[in-house]
């Protein structure tokens, strides 16, 4: 399993730039679209036409699978509408974070496979659904690659995202008893919350760890460290045939390895033509290495 998160991390880094850029910046515009034109005709038809519908699908409506995204201001009313456009804006600039982080694609495939389970699920239990909780999804990435973020809740306090997160996953587990106390326990509608966030499960897997307390986290660091006890050492009386030592990640430019020098930061550049290494002296100080590139120094 892990190798094939390496994998996919790879694939993610080599094709970060392909996909929908600022995908929830257009999924905020057209809410706001959405909800002008349901404004000005009071029968409400673009809405009925965009929210998901099981009858409607199997009849052929298949943009009812995607489409129900852009209802999202259209599914609260009252004072709610004022928290719904607020949360829109704060998605979108979480989906600006995650974008910078991941890039486009692997950020456009993180809301895609969110909105397939959800889509997947309604037709299953024939249930009408949301983008509510899958909008979740984005703040719960977010709260897992910066637990330690501050923000301002109500615009005065500064809260860290990490308790904020812990905060939405108790408001979904209190709907799902909530859904499973009148709905009962077989009619599955106790999923409805928790199917949209399966993504985050899905994409970040150990790192979930990140939102535990610090303390639980160092509990487990040392009951893991007195079962193993592993030998930080093991590669320094290795070498290779060449003399070199082992190692995982190494320097296009200077050679250096994480063996030889452990604290010392690497990252893989997603502007050159394959999967090269470089040093933190050196991700922002080298020459881009291009197919021409490589063509000319295999020719000489």
Same mark, same amino acid.
Request: hydrophobic letters at 45%; glycine letters at 6%.
């Given at each position: 399993?892990?190798?094939?998160?390496?994998?996919?991390?790879?694939?993610?880094?080599?094709?970060?730039?392909?996909?929908?850029?600022?995908?929830?910046?257009?999924?905020?515009?057209?809410?706001?679209?959405?909800?002008?034109?349901?404004?000005?005709?009071?029968?409400?038809?673009?809405?009925?036409? @965009?929210?998901?519908?099981?009858?409607?699908? @199997?009849?052929?409506?298949?943009?009812?699978?995607?489409?129900?995204?852009?209802?999202?201001?259209?599914?609260?009313?009252?004072?709610? =509408?004022?928290?719904?456009?607020?949360?829109?804006?704060?998605?979108?600039?979480?989906?600006?974070?995650?974008?910078?982080?991941?890039?486009?694609?692997?950020?456009?495939?993180?809301?895609?496979?969110?909105?397939?389970?959800?889509?997947?699920?309604?037709?299953?239990?024939?249930?009408? *659904?949301?983008?509510?909780?899958?909008?979740?999804?984005?703040? @719960?990435?977010?709260?897992?690659?910066?637990?330690?973020?501050?923000?301002?809740?109500?615009?005065?306090?500064?809260?860290?995202?990490?308790?904020?997160?812990?905060?939405?996953?108790?408001?979904? *587990?209190?709907?799902?008893?909530?859904? =499973?106390?009148?709905?009962?326990? @077989?009619?599955?509608?106790?999923?409805?919350?928790?199917?949209?966030?399966?993504?985050?499960?899905?994409?970040?897997?150990?790192?979930?760890?990140?939102?535990?307390?610090?303390?639980?986290?160092?509990?487990?660091?040392?009951?893991?460290?007195?079962?193993?006890?592993?030998?930080?050492?093991?590669?320094?009386?290795?070498?290779?045939? &060449?003399?070199?030592?082992?190692?995982?990640?190494?320097? &296009?430019?200077?050679?250096?390895?994480?063996?030889?020098?452990?604290?010392?930061?690497?990252?893989?550049?997603?502007?050159?033509?394959?999967?090269?290494?470089?040093?933190?002296?050196?991700?922002?100080?080298?020459?881009?290495? &291009?197919?021409?590139?490589?063509?000319?120094?295999?020719?000489?």
């Amino acid at each position: 399993m892990k190798e094939l998160r390496k994998r996919f991390e790879r694939f993610c880094l080599r094709n970060r730039n392909k996909g929908i850029p600022n995908l929830m910046m257009w999924i905020g515009i057209g809410n706001v679209l959405v909800y002008v034109l349901t404004a000005i005709d009071p029968s409400r038809l673009v809405y009925g036409a @965009l929210t998901f519908s099981r009858a409607g699908i @199997l009849r052929g409506e298949v943009w009812r699978l995607f489409s129900y995204v852009l209802t999202y201001l259209l599914d609260v009313s009252g004072v709610q =509408m004022i928290l719904a456009m607020i949360s829109l804006f704060v998605y979108y600039q979480f989906g600006r974070l995650l974008e910078s982080s991941w890039g486009s694609f692997r950020f456009n495939l993180y809301y895609l496979t969110g909105l397939l389970l959800t889509d997947l699920f309604g037709l299953i239990i024939g249930s009408g *659904v949301s983008a509510v909780a899958l909008n979740l999804s984005i703040f @719960l990435a977010v709260a897992t690659l910066a637990p330690e973020m501050r923000m301002l809740l109500f615009f005065i306090i500064p809260v860290k995202i990490k308790y904020l997160a812990w905060f939405d996953l108790a408001l979904t *587990v209190l709907m799902s008893a909530l859904y =499973m106390g009148s709905y009962g326990f @077989l009619s599955f509608a106790w999923l409805l919350p928790i199917v949209p966030i399966m993504n985050y499960l899905l994409f970040f897997g150990r790192d979930i760890r990140n939102l535990l307390p610090a303390s639980m986290n160092r509990r487990r660091q040392s009951w893991r460290a007195a079962v193993r006890r592993p030998n930080v050492h093991w590669a320094d009386g290795y070498r290779s045939k &060449t003399g070199e030592r082992p190692y995982r990640h190494k320097c &296009t430019v200077c050679g250096r390895t994480d063996t030889d020098y452990p604290n010392l930061e690497f990252r893989y550049c997603s502007k050159c033509s394959g999967y090269y290494c470089y040093c933190i002296d050196h991700i922002n100080n080298h020459a881009h290495i &291009t197919e021409e590139n490589r063509q000319n120094k295999s020719n000489i």
